[in-house]
């Protein structure tokens, strides 16, 4: 059996002590349009290449993406579904 376990969090720092064991668990992250600069700043190794200049002109109902495929991680900026209606 696998567990999954998503966190839906605005601060990566409301993880406090647990941040660097999330980080090194295999966590995926996606960090949405108008995300708060330091959540990319407490990701920037791991997101490199893109820049805090590429979060900041992601356009509306987009996401940086980090995410762990087979233990090897991706890294993409990605249009998501807009809103049911």
């Known amino acids: 059996m696998v ?5 839906t969090i605005h601060f990566l720092k409301q993880f406090k002590g647990l941040l660097d064991a999330v980080k090194s668990s295999g966590a995926s992250y996606m960090l949405l349009t108008g995300t708060e600069k330091e959540n990319f700043n407490m990701l920037q190794e791991e997101l490199q290449p893109f820049t805090i200049d ?4 992601m356009k509306p109902w987009h996401s ?7 233990n090897q991680y991706v890294k993409y900026i990605s ?5 049911i209606k």
Do not use: A, G, S, T
Request: with cysteine.
């Open 64 to 70: 940086l993406n980090y995410i762990n495929c087979n």
């Open 3 to 7: 567990y999954v376990f998503i966190f």
């Open 54 to 57: 590429d979060l900041l002109n």
């Open 79 to 83: 249009k998501l579904p807009e809103m």
